[in-house]
């Protein structure tokens, strides 16, 4: 699968919103890691916010090609 593939627009249905799915999903998150770290996620932490943020991101693009390749490969015959 490459870049520029043309897609529909989206079709109003009764699935729940992913925004409300999404607001849940952080709300756990948070509470997970204040228990881990023992406070909620404050500026001027100690840590590089850019660096964190970064490594997070290449580790979802990783899971994200992951999930490509393997759904491509599902769709091509063999």
């Given at each position: 699968?490459?870049?520029?593939?043309?897609?529909?627009?989206?079709?109003?249905?009764?699935?729940?919103?992913?925004?409300?799915?999404?607001?849940?999903?952080?709300?756990?998150?948070?509470?997970?890691?204040?228990?881990?770290?023992?406070?909620?996620?404050?500026?001027?932490?100690?840590?590089?916010?850019?660096?964190?943020?970064y490594?997070?991101?290449?580790?979802?693009?990783?899971?994200?090609?992951?999930?490509?390749?393997?759904?491509d490969a599902k769709?091509?015959?063999?």
């Amino acid at each position: 699968m490459g870049f520029g593939t043309e897609q529909p627009q989206p079709r109003h249905n009764n699935e729940p919103y992913v925004k409300d799915a999404l607001i849940a999903d952080i709300e756990e998150l948070c509470e997970r890691r204040r228990v881990k770290y023992g406070t909620h996620l404050q500026p001027n932490n100690g840590r590089d916010a850019l660096q964190d943020a970064y490594e997070e991101l290449v580790d979802g693009a990783l899971y994200l090609k992951q999930l490509l390749i393997e759904r491509d490969a599902k769709a091509t015959p063999q």
